[in-house]
């Protein structure tokens, strides 16, 4: 009885031991490099991609961030997260998957569609137009305009007192976020 019990417990731990190593990723799952088309517009190694003043950039990545300067016009798809970064009088759009980013400063222009637990921040008289999954963190504030749209629910919008902000949740044509006693907007859950 000992020996059988022994051998549930090692072939277990060999079960456990197989699933580890299945889900541990090699060097040859590295990610594919970041590419760019538009005069100005490079991208690292580390998949770090900047376009310049005036130019109009379009990046592909699996995951990666892009900055983009100011007066340019930028766009970005990626599978996973993307991280954007938007400065004064630019145009971004960028469309990634869980846990993208976007900062939208000063009078940039900035469209993110973002999967679950994306973050945006837009701030000065920038406008937003953002859809995002579950999980998300809007904040909007000094004089910004904010359009949010949360999908499936269970997203936070902080908006400042002097900015436009709107919160639609659900699908299609949801109903209009809860209002908070401290400013915030949220979907799916309670203040």
Same mark, same amino acid.
């Given at each position: 009885?000992?020996?059988?019990?022994?051998?549930?417990?090692?072939?277990?731990?060999?079960?456990v031991?197989?699933?580890?190593?299945?889900?541990?990723?090699?060097?040859?799952?590295?990610? /594919?490099?970041? +590419?760019?088309?538009? #005069?100005? @517009?490079?991208?690292? *190694?580390? &998949?770090? @991609?900047?376009?310049?003043?005036?130019?109009?950039? #379009?990046?592909? @990545?699996?995951?990666?961030?892009?900055?983009?300067?100011?007066?340019?016009?930028?766009? /970005?798809?990626?599978?996973?997260? /993307?991280?954007?970064?938007?400065?004064?009088?630019?145009?971004?759009?960028? &469309?990634?998957? *869980?846990?993208s980013?976007?900062?939208?400063?000063? +009078?940039?222009?900035?469209?993110?569609?973002?999967?679950?637990?994306?973050?945006?921040?837009?701030?000065? +008289?920038?406008?937003? #137009?953002?859809? *995002?999954?579950?999980?998300?963190? *809007?904040?909007?504030?000094?004089?910004?305009? $904010?359009?949010?749209?949360?999908?499936?629910?269970? $997203?936070?919008?902080?908006?400042?007192? &002097?900015?436009?902000?709107?919160? &639609?949740?659900?699908?299609?044509?949801?109903k209009?976020g809860?209002?908070?006693?401290?400013?915030?907007?949220?979907?799916?859950?309670?203040?």
């Amino acid at each position: 009885m000992t020996f059988r019990n022994d051998s549930i417990a090692n072939a277990l731990l060999l079960a456990v031991l197989a699933l580890g190593h299945a889900s541990c990723g090699d060097d040859d799952d590295a990610l /594919v490099p970041a +590419s760019c088309t538009g #005069k100005g @517009c490079t991208c690292s *190694v580390a &998949n770090e @991609c900047t376009c310049t003043k005036g130019d109009d950039c #379009k990046t592909t @990545c699996e995951q990666c961030s892009l900055t983009c300067e100011e007066s340019a016009k930028c766009n /970005v798809q990626g599978i996973g997260a /993307v991280s954007v970064e938007c400065h004064d009088s630019s145009q971004c759009k960028a &469309n990634g998957g *869980v846990g993208s980013t976007l900062s939208c400063i000063e +009078s940039s222009h900035c469209e993110l569609k973002g999967g679950a637990r994306s973050v945006a921040a837009c701030t000065d +008289s920038s406008e937003c #137009k953002i859809n *995002v999954g579950p999980g998300s963190n *809007v904040d909007c504030m000094d004089s910004a305009q $904010c359009t949010i749209k949360c999908e499936q629910g269970d $997203c936070e919008l902080s908006c400042g007192p &002097n900015t436009k902000c709107e919160l &639609n949740c659900g699908e299609k044509d949801g109903k209009p976020g809860m209002d908070c006693a401290d400013g915030r907007r949220i979907c799916g859950t309670s203040c």
